[in-house]
Structure formats: structure tokens, C-alpha cells
């Protein structure tokens, strides 16, 4: 049995009650992400998805006035893969409902055009047509930056850096 005396050791521990004894690594630092516990990982990551899908979606579909808004710009948004995979799926998402929105207005313009042909639904038929023109319009612009974003959404995940992480304390866009 090997036995030494507490004061003898090179490392610090600490006694309590004299039964529980305490190791404690000056060198370790505990504050790094690498100690975080997995719920709050998950957490982190589903919040990163969410704002860089909402991010995505506003800027396609409703040309950044929310995040214009909020303060919010490519600059402050994480850098995580959650963050990134979050952006493309908000551009799906976008080219889908750009693809409903062309869709809609594409039955409008029919509806309009029934409406037209019976003559006394022209009242109601030209402002059916008009309002559908600028949905079919809305939607290809949208489809349009939805496709472009989506292609630099992809280039910057393939490109992501190596450790994958977070951008510097500070840069992160915190909710204000």
C-alpha cells in the first residue's frame, strides 16, 4: 500500500470532512464550449437553425424588413452548422412558397379570366386579374432571390471553417 501525505502532492486537492477528496486542474478551463452539457448543445443548435432559417425566409420572401429591423446582418448571425443547414432549409422553404405563390396567382389570372368572359363579371374579374399578375410577379421574385441565396447559402457551408464553431464573443446576434 502506498500511502503520502496531503501536503506532499503536486496538484491540488481539497479534503472535506475528511472523507471526500477533491481534485481540481488549474489547467483545465471549464468555461469553454467543450463543457457544455448536451442539452444546452441542443439548444444552441436549434436556436442557431431557427435564426439562420427565419433569417433566410425573411430576406427571400419579405426582402429583410424583419431582420433590418432587429439589427440583424450576415455579420452577427453564428457560424455554426446549425446555423448554416438552418439557412438552406429557410431557402427551401422559400422556393416553396414562392412555387405556391406562383401557383395562386397563376388560378387567380384563370379565375380573372372566367370572370372577364362572362361579361358582367369583368368588374370583379380585371382586379382579380391585376391582384394575381402582381402575386405571379411577387412569387418569381422571390423564387429568384430564394435560388440565389440558396446557392451562396450552400458555397458558405461547404466552406465553413475547419473547427466548425462559433464566431467571436460578441459577434453573435443575441436578440438585439
Avoid: W
Avoid at 444552441?44 to 427571400?60: E, L, P, R, W
Amino acid at each position: 500500500m502506498v500511502s503520502c501525505r496531503l501536503d506532499e502532492l503536486d496538484f491540488p486537492i481539497q479534503v472535506t470532512d475528511g472523507a471526500a477528496v477533491t481534485y481540481t486542474n488549474p489547467d483545465v478551463d471549464f468555461d469553454d464550449e467543450s463543457s457544455e452539457s448536451i442539452f444546452d448543445r441542443i439548444k444552441n443548435a436549434a436556436k442557431d437553425f431557427t435564426i439562420g432559417a427565419g433569417y433566410s425566409v425573411d430576406n427571400n420572401m419579405f426582402f429583410g424588413v424583419t431582420t433590418h429591423v432587429a439589427g440583424m446582418n450576415d455579420n452577427n448571425l453564428s457560424n455554426s452548422i446549425s446555423c448554416k443547414v438552418g439557412r438552406v432549409a429557410g431557402d427551401l422553404a422559400s422556393i416553396i412558397g414562392s412555387g405556391g405563390k406562383i401557383a395562386s396567382g397563376t388560378g387567380g389570372e384563370v379565375g380573372g379570366v372566367i370572370l372577364d368572359a362572362t361579361g358582367g363579371g369583368a368588374i370583379v374579374g380585371i382586379p382579380v386579374n391585376v391582384g394575381s399578375a402582381v402575386l405571379v410577379s411577387d412569387g418569381v421574385v422571390n423564387g429568384y432571390r430564394s435560388t440565389t441565396s440558396l446557392a451562396d447559402d450552400l458555397m458558405n457551408f461547404a466552406k465553413r471553417d475547419q473547427e466548425g464553431g462559433r464566431p467571436e464573443k460578441g459577434k453573435e446576434f443575441r436578440g438585439g
